[in-house]
Protein backbone atom coordinates (compact mmCIF):
# COMPACT_ATOMS: atom_id res chain seq x y z
CA UNK A 1 0.00 0.00 0.00
CA UNK A 2 1.06 3.47 -0.45
CA UNK A 3 2.97 4.96 2.16
CA UNK A 4 3.13 8.11 3.86
CA UNK A 5 6.45 9.50 5.65
CA UNK A 6 6.46 11.73 8.50
CA UNK A 7 8.99 12.40 11.20
CA UNK A 8 9.94 13.11 13.49
CA UNK A 9 7.66 11.10 15.15
CA UNK A 10 8.46 12.45 18.71
CA UNK A 11 10.41 16.16 19.36
CA UNK A 12 10.90 17.98 22.41
CA UNK A 13 11.21 21.37 22.06
CA UNK A 14 12.18 24.20 24.51
CA UNK A 15 9.30 27.27 24.62
CA UNK A 16 9.95 29.89 21.93
CA UNK A 17 12.02 27.75 19.48
CA UNK A 18 10.18 26.60 16.15
CA UNK A 19 9.79 22.77 15.07
CA UNK A 20 9.32 21.46 11.35
CA UNK A 21 8.16 18.69 10.81
CA UNK A 22 7.77 16.35 7.51
CA UNK A 23 5.49 14.94 5.32
CA UNK A 24 6.25 12.75 2.27
CA UNK A 25 4.53 10.73 0.20
CA UNK A 26 7.05 7.89 -0.50
CA UNK A 27 5.24 5.77 -3.84
CA UNK A 28 2.88 8.16 -4.48
CA UNK A 29 2.27 12.02 -5.79
CA UNK A 30 -0.37 13.96 -3.99
CA UNK A 31 -2.45 16.51 -4.51
CA UNK A 32 -3.46 17.55 -1.29
CA UNK A 33 -2.09 17.06 2.05
CA UNK A 34 -3.86 17.75 5.20
CA UNK A 35 -2.63 18.16 8.57
CA UNK A 36 -4.04 17.47 11.89
CA UNK A 37 -3.54 18.50 15.30
CA UNK A 38 -4.86 15.77 18.15
CA UNK A 39 -4.88 16.29 22.14
CA UNK A 40 -5.00 13.57 24.57
CA UNK A 41 -8.57 11.62 24.23
CA UNK A 42 -10.01 14.26 21.77
CA UNK A 43 -10.72 13.79 17.92
CA UNK A 44 -8.36 14.93 14.81
CA UNK A 45 -9.05 18.54 14.47
CA UNK A 46 -7.95 19.68 11.03
CA UNK A 47 -5.88 22.69 10.54
CA UNK A 48 -5.38 23.43 7.32
CA UNK A 49 -5.25 21.93 3.72
CA UNK A 50 -2.12 22.05 1.50
CA UNK A 51 -2.01 21.98 -2.20
CA UNK A 52 0.91 21.97 -4.23
CA UNK A 53 2.23 25.17 -5.00
CA UNK A 54 -0.73 27.41 -3.41
CA UNK A 55 -1.05 29.00 0.13
CA UNK A 56 -2.27 26.31 2.47
CA UNK A 57 -5.70 26.89 3.19
CA UNK A 58 -6.36 27.03 7.52
CA UNK A 59 -9.20 26.55 9.21
CA UNK A 60 -10.97 28.58 11.33
CA UNK A 61 -8.88 29.12 14.80
CA UNK A 62 -5.73 28.17 13.17
CA UNK A 63 -2.91 30.59 13.55
CA UNK A 64 -1.30 30.72 9.77
CA UNK A 65 1.28 32.95 11.07
CA UNK A 66 2.41 30.69 13.70
CA UNK A 67 1.46 27.18 11.95
CA UNK A 68 3.84 27.70 8.64
CA UNK A 69 2.83 25.18 5.51
CA UNK A 70 4.96 24.69 2.91
CA UNK A 71 3.96 22.50 -0.24
CA UNK A 72 6.56 22.26 -2.39
CA UNK A 73 6.15 19.36 -4.38
CA UNK A 74 3.72 16.96 -4.93
CA UNK A 75 5.23 14.42 -2.48
CA UNK A 76 6.33 16.88 0.53
CA UNK A 77 4.86 18.91 2.73
CA UNK A 78 6.10 21.04 6.13
CA UNK A 79 4.60 22.14 8.80
CA UNK A 80 6.51 24.59 11.23
CA UNK A 81 5.05 25.32 14.51
CA UNK A 82 7.00 28.81 15.15
CA UNK A 83 7.47 30.28 18.44
CA UNK A 84 6.42 27.11 20.09
CA UNK A 85 4.55 27.56 23.75
CA UNK A 86 3.59 24.35 26.46
CA UNK A 87 0.04 24.72 24.66
CA UNK A 88 1.04 23.70 21.58
CA UNK A 89 2.00 19.93 22.69
CA UNK A 90 0.11 17.67 20.94
CA UNK A 91 -0.22 15.09 18.30
CA UNK A 92 0.33 16.28 14.59
CA UNK A 93 -0.67 13.97 12.00
CA UNK A 94 -0.36 14.82 8.31
CA UNK A 95 -2.29 13.08 5.45
CA UNK A 96 -1.87 12.66 1.28
CA UNK A 97 -4.49 12.67 -1.19
CA UNK A 98 -3.44 10.84 -3.88
CA UNK A 99 -3.40 12.70 -7.51
CA UNK A 100 -4.42 8.83 -8.89
CA UNK A 101 -7.11 7.37 -7.05
CA UNK A 102 -5.83 4.33 -5.22
CA UNK A 103 -8.00 1.31 -4.20
CA UNK A 104 -10.79 3.18 -2.02
CA UNK A 105 -8.75 4.66 0.26
CA UNK A 106 -8.53 8.50 -0.76
CA UNK A 107 -6.37 9.74 2.29
CA UNK A 108 -2.78 8.27 3.41
CA UNK A 109 -1.60 8.97 6.86
CA UNK A 110 1.71 9.65 8.39
CA UNK A 111 2.40 7.98 11.62
CA UNK A 112 2.20 11.03 13.65
CA UNK A 113 4.52 13.16 15.37
CA UNK A 114 4.28 13.80 19.58
CA UNK A 115 5.80 17.26 19.91
CA UNK A 116 6.28 18.17 23.81
CA UNK A 117 6.74 22.17 24.60
CA UNK A 118 8.90 22.47 28.03
CA UNK B 1 -25.34 21.25 13.33
CA UNK B 2 -21.67 19.86 13.71
CA UNK B 3 -20.76 18.15 10.41
CA UNK B 4 -20.20 14.41 11.43
CA UNK B 5 -21.46 13.33 14.58
CA UNK B 6 -20.73 10.36 16.57
CA UNK B 7 -21.21 9.23 20.62
CA UNK B 8 -17.97 9.75 22.19
CA UNK B 9 -18.69 6.63 24.28
CA UNK B 10 -17.28 4.47 25.60
CA UNK B 11 -19.29 2.35 24.44
CA UNK B 12 -18.34 -1.28 26.53
CA UNK B 13 -19.21 -4.28 24.29
CA UNK B 14 -18.54 -8.40 25.66
CA UNK B 15 -16.10 -10.05 23.61
CA UNK B 16 -17.44 -12.33 21.06
CA UNK B 17 -20.48 -9.69 20.50
CA UNK B 18 -21.58 -7.66 18.06
CA UNK B 19 -20.20 -3.57 18.54
CA UNK B 20 -22.52 -1.14 16.54
CA UNK B 21 -20.97 2.33 15.69
CA UNK B 22 -22.74 5.07 14.66
CA UNK B 23 -22.50 8.58 12.90
CA UNK B 24 -24.68 11.15 11.37
CA UNK B 25 -23.70 13.83 8.63
CA UNK B 26 -24.83 16.66 7.63
CA UNK B 27 -24.07 17.47 4.64
CA UNK B 28 -26.76 15.59 2.06
CA UNK B 29 -24.78 15.99 -1.25
CA UNK B 30 -21.98 13.75 0.82
CA UNK B 31 -20.59 10.65 -1.50
CA UNK B 32 -17.75 8.46 0.06
CA UNK B 33 -17.66 7.55 4.12
CA UNK B 34 -15.12 5.98 5.95
CA UNK B 35 -14.36 4.31 9.29
CA UNK B 36 -11.48 4.51 10.64
CA UNK B 37 -9.42 2.83 13.78
CA UNK B 38 -7.13 4.72 15.63
CA UNK B 39 -5.14 2.88 18.76
CA UNK B 40 -3.62 5.80 21.47
CA UNK B 41 -0.97 7.64 19.91
CA UNK B 42 -0.94 5.86 16.35
CA UNK B 43 -2.89 7.64 13.46
CA UNK B 44 -6.01 6.34 11.76
CA UNK B 45 -6.22 3.49 9.97
CA UNK B 46 -8.68 2.61 7.23
CA UNK B 47 -11.17 -0.22 7.85
CA UNK B 48 -14.09 0.28 5.70
CA UNK B 49 -15.28 2.86 2.76
CA UNK B 50 -18.45 2.83 1.46
CA UNK B 51 -19.95 4.41 -1.19
CA UNK B 52 -23.54 3.40 -2.02
CA UNK B 53 -26.83 2.36 -0.02
CA UNK B 54 -27.22 -0.58 2.16
CA UNK B 55 -24.07 -2.59 3.35
CA UNK B 56 -20.92 -3.65 2.97
CA UNK B 57 -19.08 -6.92 4.89
CA UNK B 58 -15.65 -7.74 4.57
CA UNK B 59 -14.54 -10.24 7.07
CA UNK B 60 -16.21 -9.07 10.91
CA UNK B 61 -17.10 -5.69 9.55
CA UNK B 62 -20.31 -4.24 8.29
CA UNK B 63 -20.68 -0.50 6.78
CA UNK B 64 -23.88 0.33 6.42
CA UNK B 65 -25.35 4.22 4.86
CA UNK B 66 -28.28 5.20 4.78
CA UNK B 67 -27.99 8.39 2.67
CA UNK B 68 -32.09 9.30 3.03
CA UNK B 69 -31.08 9.09 6.90
CA UNK B 70 -27.81 10.84 6.75
CA UNK B 71 -26.38 8.18 8.59
CA UNK B 72 -23.48 5.48 8.42
CA UNK B 73 -22.64 2.90 10.96
CA UNK B 74 -20.01 -0.18 11.62
CA UNK B 75 -21.08 -3.39 12.74
CA UNK B 76 -18.14 -5.33 14.31
CA UNK B 77 -19.00 -8.63 15.02
CA UNK B 78 -17.68 -11.39 17.58
CA UNK B 79 -15.74 -8.18 19.03
CA UNK B 80 -12.21 -9.19 19.89
CA UNK B 81 -9.93 -7.43 22.72
CA UNK B 82 -7.78 -6.17 20.10
CA UNK B 83 -10.88 -4.04 18.15
CA UNK B 84 -10.53 -1.64 21.77
CA UNK B 85 -9.56 1.94 20.56
CA UNK B 86 -11.31 4.52 19.07
CA UNK B 87 -13.52 4.68 15.68
CA UNK B 88 -13.28 8.00 13.55
CA UNK B 89 -16.24 7.94 11.28
CA UNK B 90 -15.01 10.50 7.87
CA UNK B 91 -17.18 12.15 5.23
CA UNK B 92 -15.82 13.52 2.27
CA UNK B 93 -18.09 16.39 1.38
CA UNK B 94 -17.30 16.73 -2.07
CA UNK B 95 -16.66 20.21 -1.48
CA UNK B 96 -13.40 22.18 -0.37
CA UNK B 97 -11.34 19.11 -1.37
CA UNK B 98 -12.02 17.68 2.24
CA UNK B 99 -12.66 14.90 4.42
CA UNK B 100 -14.28 15.70 7.75
CA UNK B 101 -13.73 13.85 10.69
CA UNK B 102 -16.49 12.92 13.41
CA UNK B 103 -14.82 12.89 17.14
CA UNK B 104 -14.78 9.47 17.07
CA UNK B 105 -16.37 6.59 19.30
CA UNK B 106 -14.14 4.60 22.31
CA UNK B 107 -15.05 1.02 22.26
CA UNK B 108 -13.96 -1.23 24.88
CA UNK B 109 -14.34 -4.93 24.56
CA UNK B 110 -14.89 -6.67 27.63
CA UNK B 111 -13.09 -10.18 27.93
Known amino acids: GAVVSQHPSWVICKSGTSVKIECRSLDFQATTMFWYRQFPKQSLMLMAT?????????EQGVEKDKFLINHASLTLSTLTVTSAHPEDSSFYIC??????????????FGSGTQLSVL | QKEVEQNSGPLSVPEGAIASLNCTYSDRGSQSFFWYRQYSGKSPELIMS????GDKEDGRFTAQLNKASQYVSLLIRDSQPSDSATYLCAVDMNRDDKIIFGKGTRLHILP
Open chain 1, 50 to 58: SNEGSKATY
Open chain 1, 95 to 108: SARPLVLMGNEKLF
Open chain 2, 50 to 53: IYSN
